[in-house]
């Protein structure tokens, strides 16, 4: 089961052209993966202060189908798949909300889990399992 928000683009948002400038595509793919943390359980405080273990993107590709403007209504889906004991892959869709059938944008984005320590991969811990679970495929 996906995990899905709704996305006002904010003039701040846009470039000069009047349209999301290309980096702020993913900041709106972050925010949902920052709320499906937290719908998930996660604590952002924890997740995000990375004492033991962190979640680097290793690879973050997006491609943009239709121009978003400032006031548009977005739905910002996401889908985690656990890729091995280590990675996961976040898929995202971003929709018109006025024409859902209306694909704006997609985006991927691949994390491994490193011990903050040793900056080496290991293995996922149970509230990321637990995430992938709840939003998500658990492998390919």
């Known amino acids: 089961m996906a995990f899905g928000i709704d996305h006002t683009v904010r003039f ?3 470039d000069g052209a009047g349209v999301v400038y290309f980096a702020n595509g993913l900041v709106m793919c972050h925010i949902a993966y920052e709320a ?3 719908a998930a359980g996660v604590d952002l405080g924890d997740f995000f ?3 033991t273990v962190a979640y680097p993107v290793v690879h973050a ?3 943009y189908r239709r121009p978003m403007y400032c006031g548009d209504r ?3 889906k996401l889908t985690p798949t656990r890729l091995d004991q280590k990675t996961f892959e976040v898929t995202y869709q971003l929709t018109a ?4 059938e209306t694909l704006l944008a997609q985006a991927v984005t691949r994390h491994v889990c490193i011990d903050v320590q040793t900056r080496r991969p290991c293995p996922l811990p149970s509230p990321m399992e637990h995430w ?3 939003w998500g495929i658990h492998g390919r």
């Open 12 to 14: 701040h948002e846009t």
């Open 36 to 38: 499906s943390l937290e």
């Open 49 to 51: 202060r990375a004492t």
């Open 61 to 63: 590709q997006m491609d």
């Open 74 to 76: 977005v739905h910002v």
């Open 97 to 100: 909300i006025a024409q859902p």
């Open 132 to 134: 992938i679970q709840q």
